[in-house]
Each structure stands twice: as structure tokens, then as C-alpha cells.
């Protein structure tokens, strides 16, 4: 789909939306949060990013591949952890 598209705006109580068509959603990425931001006289809108998504699933590939999976140092107690930490 191209070219410019003509829509109402539609009230929801004191605010007000458009429709966007569905072949503009998919074009655009957008799923379902987006950040919008005024510029002159247009609204932007584009989807949120998530800058660090995929990184938990990049890591556990990672540990998986390097079959490591435990701390990186031994665990050492203190003399606090043995007589001052009470549950």
C-alpha cells in the first residue's frame, strides 16, 4: 500500500484516535506500543525498540555452547553471612 491515505479522527472519551489500516501496521512493524512525538506539524509514531531484546536467549545460547554453567568465581562466605544474616 502507498500513497496517502485519508482518515477521521475518532473519539474515545476526552481523547481523540485515528484507525490505522492493518496493511500500515504491518509495514510499519508496529505491534502494540509505540512512542509518539510531535514534529512541526506531524505526529510521529513508530513501534517502541527494546534495546536489549534477545539477550537473555543470546546469553543462554552462549553458556549452552561453552558448556559452562555455573559462577564465575567459587562462592566465598564472610563472617557476616555466618553470624550476622538471619532468615
Keep these: ?3 496517502t491515505i485519508r ?3 475518532v473519539k474515545f472519551g476526552n481523547s481523540q484516535g485515528i484507525r ?3 496493511l500500515l501496521l504491518e509495514q ?5 506500543e509505540v512512542e509518539i512525538e510531535v514534529e512541526g506539524n ?3 509514531i513508530r513501534p517502541v525498540s527494546h534495546p536489549r531484546a534477545g539477550w537473555e536467549a543470546a546469553i543462554d545460547a552462549e553458556i549452552a555452547k561453552s558448556g559452562d554453567e555455573g559462577l564465575l568465581d567459587d ?3 564472610t ?6 544474616w538471619q532468615w
Design 42 to 44: 506531524r505526529l510521529i
Design 20 to 22: 490505522i489500516p492493518k
Design 28 to 32: 510499519s512493524g508496529i505491534q502494540s
Design 75 to 77: 562462592e566465598t562466605s
Design 1 to 3: 500500500m502507498s500513497g
Design 7 to 9: 482518515t477521521r479522527l
Design 79 to 84: 563472617q557476616w553471612d555466618e553470624t550476622e
